[in-house]
């Protein structure tokens, strides 16, 4: 193909950068002074401010929220893969009982609406009196996580040649070791890519977030900021800088760790 | 079986067994419970819990509110899944030939994309507010977007192609790098012209992604709550409700657990459906993949 003028490409990421401004005026917004926040024009402030921060901080629920965020995150993906990556090794190396069957349910699974699940799960944890705990948010999520986890991890395996770990078996190493010291490290990058894109989905979850938690102790950062009170007014500039903390995660993936970020998404629902 | 293959198996489903369990409890179990829920009557604070087969449905049948939802829903998912299409082909199309800055054009437009869908409902209630919000400074307009029967879907709507383009878009752009420059420069020797390119040699290209994106973009939209939920609300008088935040205020809001489970069965219906078309091309594609 015809290499393009330099000026197009600058021209595409100018574009971009508009498509990228509703979050960029939140970003602006959070910076400004309350008393300039409605007194557009000018778009940009006479100074900028760390004030919304500080009231973000001293006296609303998102630094709870953001503990609680990180851990529900963190524990999700480390359940989805403690029981999603040993299920893939099976399904791409082993002969697994009725494993068409079982792969279909788990792909479709990961197409079931949460709107659809909410209500037995309630029950679940009522049941068992995880409600308002992060075991219980845990547990909600692994609903995605896992089937995401072994449908992607297991597509990564099956790339896996079937000499390396005949060979493997043939060294006298088990089952476990070979997915230990073969598997595991040639589809490293693949779980990388999936273990990002679950503390994503994890990070990002409302529905199952704002139905199971009933206080500070297990709400999450998208349930504190849908709740985000105002007194008298909508306090915008707060609202604004409790999102761009919401969105630190979201944001550190998509610029420093893009790469991982892509492959998983691709691999995801695309096939080569 | 030799006793090697029986050791075999019992080593696939040692492996496979503690998911399939948590699975069956996590998604399949809620999925068969919801439909047993959806033929009760239940309500948890007056301690009602009786079995009313079919009437739930029958009720729906003739519910307007249910109809109204409905059609929100569907209105939603079609302009919603069109537009991304469009204008993701549009930007992956344009971020094609990109040499300078591509990680950058990439991060730019993944951003949207990655967000929680409550920042975006909180990031757009702001450019909305109609005394002062960004969109009518810079239109000039003194509308009450979110407020007027008539703009709060569009506006809605608008919301949520910003933050799934991107995901179109993704797939369209990676799709395009792969199509070899060769079939181009075989084009231009044929004295193709640029439209003539792109609807005989793009399209067709594209064409098996774009099915894959349109029917998985449509099952998403059919189950999207978190964003009109926070957004509008359902709102003004009912005209963002869509199936899932009438299921949901029945559900925890008037605490109707049976009767919500019914419109829950009906988002899971319409869902699996798109569903199984989704799978059957997936399917289809690793075939001849």
Redesign the interface.
């Known amino acids: 193909?015809r290499?393009?003028p330099?000026a197009?490409?600058?021209a595409?990421?100018a574009?971009?950068?508009l498509?990228?401004v509703?979050?960029l005026?939140?970003l602006l917004?959070s910076f400004k002074p309350e008393a300039e926040?409605?007194?557009?024009?000018p778009?940009w402030p006479s100074r900028l401010t760390l004030e919304h921060y500080g009231v973000v901080f001293a006296q609303s629920a998102m630094p709870r929220a953001l503990a609680n965020s990180l851990a529900v995150g963190v524990l999700t993906t480390l359940l989805g893969c403690a029981?999603?990556v040993?299920?893939a090794?099976?399904?791409a190396t082993?002969?697994?009982?009725g494993a068409g069957a079982?792969m279909?349910?788990?792909?479709?699974?990961t197409?079931?609406?949460?709107?659809?699940?909410?209500?037995?799960?309630?029950?679940?944890m009522r049941g068992l009196g995880l409600r308002d705990t992060w075991a219980a948010l845990v547990?909600?999520d692994?609903?995605f996580a896992?089937?995401f986890v072994?449908w992607l991890m297991t597509r990564f395996m099956r790339e896996i040649p079937r000499e390396l770990s005949e060979a493997a078996a043939l060294d006298g190493a088990g089952?476990w070791l070979t997915l230990l010291k073969i598997h595991l490290p040639l589809t490293a990058p693949g779980l990388a890519s999936v273990a990002l894109l679950t503390f994503?989905f994890a990070?990002?979850e409302?529905?199952f977030a704002f139905?199971f938690t009933a206080t500070e102790a297990s709400r999450t950062?998208?349930?504190a900021?849908?709740l985000?009170p105002g007194v008298f007014e909508v306090p915008?500039g707060d609202?604004?800088a409790?999102?761009i903390l919401?969105?630190v995660p979201?944001?550190l993936?998509?610029?420093l760790l893009?790469r991982w970020?892509?492959r998983g998404?691709?691999a995801g629902?695309?096939?080569? | 079986m030799t006793g090697r293959e029986r050791q075999d198996r019992r080593a696939a489903i040692a492996f496979v067994a503690p998911a399939v369990v948590v699975l069956a409890a996590l998604t399949a179990g809620p999925a068969l419970w919801i439909f047993w829920l959806s033929l009760r009557e239940r309500l948890p604070v007056f301690g009602v819990d009786r079995l009313t087969g079919f009437g739930h449905y029958a009720f729906l049948a003739t519910d307007a509110r249910f109809w109204s939802a409905f059609r929100v829903t569907i209105i939603f998912t079609i302009a919603s899944v069109a537009l991304e299409l469009v204008l993701g082909l549009g930007v992956a199309l344009a971020l094609r030939g990109q040499r300078v800055g591509r990680r950058s054009a990439l991060s730019l437009l993944l951003l949207a994309w990655a967000l929680p869908g409550v920042v975006t409902a909180r990031v757009f209630e702001w450019l909305y507010y109609p005394a002062g919000g960004f969109v009518n400074v810079i239109l000039g307009t003194p509308l009450n977007w979110l407020g007027s029967p008539t703009l709060a879907l569009p506006a809605l709507i608008v919301a949520d192609v910003w933050r799934t383009m991107p995901f179109v878009a993704l797939f369209c752009y990676a799709r395009l790098l792969t199509i070899p420059a060769a079939v181009y420069e075989a084009a231009a020797v044929d004295g193709a012209s640029r439209s003539a390119t792109f609807r005989f040699v793009t399209l067709p290209l594209l064409g098996p992604v774009l099915l894959v994106t349109l029917l998985f973009r449509t099952l998403d939209a059919l189950r999207a709550f978190d964003l009109m939920f926070v957004l509008t609300g359902g709102g003004p008088a009912g005209m963002t409700e869509t199936l899932t935040v009438y299921a949901y205020r029945s559900l925890f809001q008037t605490l109707r657990l049976g009767f919500g489970s019914a419109i829950g069965v009906v988002v899971f219906l319409l869902v699996m459906l798109v569903a199984a078309a989704y799978l059957r091309v997936l399917r289809r594609q690793d075939a001849t993949a």
């Open positions: 193909m290499r393009r330099l197009a490409d600058v595409v990421l574009l971009l950068t498509y990228a509703p979050f005026w939140q917004t926040l409605l007194r557009v024009p778009l029981l999603g040993p299920a090794y099976a399904m082993l002969r697994v009982p079982l279909l349910g788990i792909v479709a699974s197409a079931f609406p949460q709107i659809a699940t909410v209500s037995p799960l309630y029950l679940v547990l909600a692994a609903s896992l089937p072994i089952r994503l990070w990002n409302f529905l139905t950062v998208p349930v900021l849908a985000f915008w609202i604004a409790a999102s919401a969105s979201p944001v993936i998509v610029v893009q970020l892509v998404l691709l629902s695309l096939t080569e």
